[in-house]
């Protein structure tokens, strides 16, 4: 009689542990999935950010054109 609460005990604490077990692997494969999403969103940013500034060139130059022809006022 005082084995089999004890045996009952350790039956849900193995499977408590190896839902844990489980639940980690899960994690660690979702924290490494965020990390990969990170990178790719910095990645983006920066190709707006070259984005950016290229615009900016081109509008530079546009308005250097428009100038030139008159087209606006000085």
């Known amino acids: 009689m005082g084995e089999e609460p004890d045996s009952l005990i350790l039956r849900?604490?193995?499977q408590?542990?190896?839902?844990?077990d489980r639940i980690d692997e899960r994690l660690n494969d979702l924290t490494a999935r965020v990390s990969?999403?990170?990178e790719q969103m910095s990645g983006l940013?920066?190709?707006i950010v070259r984005l950016d500034h290229r615009l900016d060139r081109f509008d530079a130059r546009l308005q250097r054109i428009e100038k030139r022809l008159d087209l606006i006022e000085a």
């Not at 408590?16 to 844990?20: A, L, N």
């Open 12 to 14: 849900y604490l193995r």
């Open 36 to 38: 990969s999403l990170e």
């Open 45 to 47: 940013r920066s190709d």
């Open 16 to 20: 408590i542990d190896g839902k844990v």
